[in-house]
C-alpha cells in the first residue's frame, strides 16, 4: 500500500501533500460512494431512455401519476405513436400500458429498406376503489393520458373540525 509523504509549509499549517501522490485512505470510502452514486444515477438515465434488453418490451415511458379528489390520472409520454398502437388494461390492481408499432423504408424500387418494430411498456399499481367500467384512455399530442375514477366508497370524505 502507498503511503503519503508530507511537508509541511508554514508551522501552523497542516502537511501539503506531494505533486501526484495517493490520497489518504480516510477519504477513499467517500469518494469511492460518491463515484458509486454517480454510476447509478447513470445507469438509470440510461435505462430510462434506450431499450432495456432485460425485459423484452423496449423502452420505457415517462409517466406522471396523480390522484385527484375524484380519479387517479396516468399520463404517459409515448411520442410517434398512433390511437389505435394502444393496449390499455386494467387487471387487478394494475393499471398496464402497451404501444406496439411497426415501420417500414421503401426504396425506389419498391423493395423494404428498412424494417423497425417499436414496442413500449409500462405497469402501474393503483390504489384500491377504482371504477373499472369507466375508465378513459385519450391520446394526443404524443402523450396518452388514462383517467381512472374512484367508487363512491374510494373517495375522500371531508370531516369538518369542531370547536371543543
Same mark, same amino acid.
Given at each position: 500500500?502507498?503511503?503519503?509523504?508530507?511537508?509541511?509549509?508554514?508551522?501552523?499549517?497542516?502537511?501539503?501533500?506531494?505533486?501526484?501522490?495517493?490520497?489518504?485512505?480516510?477519504?477513499?470510502?467517500?469518494?469511492?460512494?460518491?463515484?458509486?452514486?454517480?454510476?447509478? &444515477? +447513470? =445507469?438509470? *438515465?440510461? !435505462?430510462?431512455?434506450?431499450? /432495456?434488453?432485460?425485459?423484452?418490451? %423496449?423502452? @420505457?415511458?415517462?409517466?406522471?401519476?396523480?390522484?385527484?379528489?375524484?380519479?387517479?390520472?396516468?399520463?404517459?409520454?409515448?411520442?410517434?405513436?398512433?390511437?389505435?398502437?394502444?393496449?390499455?388494461?386494467?387487471?387487478?390492481? &394494475? +393499471? =398496464?400500458? *402497451?404501444? !406496439?408499432?411497426?415501420?417500414? /423504408?421503401?426504396?425506389?424500387?419498391? %423493395?423494404? @429498406?428498412?424494417?423497425?418494430?417499436?414496442?413500449?411498456?409500462?405497469?402501474?399499481?393503483?390504489?384500491?376503489?377504482?371504477?373499472?367500467?369507466?375508465?378513459?384512455?385519450?391520446?394526443?399530442?404524443?402523450?396518452?393520458?388514462?383517467? +381512472?375514477?374512484?367508487?363512491?366508497?374510494?373517495?375522500?370524505?371531508?370531516?369538518?373540525?369542531?370547536?371543543?
Amino acid at each position: 500500500m502507498a503511503t503519503q509523504i508530507a511537508q509541511k509549509t508554514k508551522e501552523n499549517e497542516a502537511p501539503a501533500p506531494r505533486a501526484g501522490a495517493m490520497a489518504p485512505v480516510r477519504e477513499f470510502p467517500f469518494f469511492l460512494s460518491r463515484m458509486r452514486d454517480e454510476f447509478d &444515477r +447513470l =445507469v438509470d *438515465r440510461l !435505462s430510462h431512455y434506450m431499450p /432495456t434488453l432485460w425485459d423484452g418490451e %423496449g423502452w @420505457r415511458w415517462g409517466l406522471d401519476v396523480r390522484e385527484e379528489e375524484d380519479a387517479v390520472v396516468v399520463q404517459a409520454e409515448a411520442p410517434g405513436f398512433e390511437s389505435g398502437d394502444f393496449d390499455v388494461q386494467v387487471s387487478d390492481n &394494475r +393499471l =398496464v400500458l *402497451r404501444a !406496439s408499432k411497426t415501420v417500414e /423504408t421503401k426504396d425506389e424500387k419498391g %423493395g423494404v @429498406r428498412e424494417y423497425r418494430e417499436q414496442k413500449c411498456y409500462e405497469s402501474v399499481t393503483l390504489p384500491p376503489g377504482i371504477d373499472r367500467e369507466k375508465v378513459e384512455a385519450k391520446y394526443h399530442n404524443g402523450v396518452l393520458t388514462v383517467t +381512472l375514477p374512484k367508487t363512491a366508497e374510494a373517495k375522500a370524505k371531508r370531516i369538518t373540525v369542531k370547536n371543543a
